[in-house]
C-alpha cells in the first residue's frame, strides 16, 4: 500500500499594511520651478545686500581721511574742558563738540580725567 502525503501551505504572518500617505500639496514641474526660481531671487537678493554693507563698511573708511591727532598725558588739575578748549584754540570749532570728540576718541564714558591718563587728542579743523 502505498501512502499518499500532502503538504498544506505553511501560512506566513501577515504583514503590517503600510500606510500610504499623499501630500495634501502636489508641485506640477511648472510649480517647481517657480518654488527654485523664487528661491534663487531670495538668496541673490540676499548676498547682494551683503555686497552693499560690506563695500559700504569698506568705502566708508577709505572717503573719509583720518584726522590728524596727538597724543597726551593727563597731569594734575587738567579737565577735559581745558583739554578741550585749548586743542580748538584759534578755531572756529566748538569747545562742547571737541570734548565730545575726545570723549568718543577715548571711550570715555564721563568727563573725569585720571593723572597720568593718555589721551588722544584730534586736531581742530
Known amino acids: ?27 506640477t514641474r511648472r510649480g517647481r520651478v517657480v518654488v527654485f526660481a523664487f528661491a534663487l531671487v531670495v538668496l541673490f537678493g540676499i548676498a547682494f545686500i551683503g555686497a552693499r554693507v560690506a563695500f559700504a563698511v569698506e568705502g566708508g573708511a577709505e572717503k573719509s581721511p583720518a584726522p590728524s591727532a596727538h597724543t597726551m598725558v593727563v597731569s594734575d588739575g587738567d579737565t577735559l574742558w581745558d583739554i578741550s578748549s585749548k586743542a580748538v584754540a584759534g578755531s572756529d570749532a566748538s569747545i562742547r563738540e571737541m570734548e ?9 564714558e564721563s568727563s573725569m580725567l585720571v593723572s597720568g591718563q593718555t589721551l588722544i587728542i584730534p586736531t581742530a579743523p
Do not use: G
Open 1 to 27: 500500500m502505498s501512502a499518499t502525503v500532502y503538504v498544506l501551505p505553511v501560512a506566513e504572518p501577515p504583514r503590517p499594511v503600510r500606510e500610504v500617505r499623499r501630500s495634501t500639496v502636489r508641485l
Open 100 to 108: 565730545q570728540t575726545i570723549k568718543e576718541l577715548n571711550s570715555l
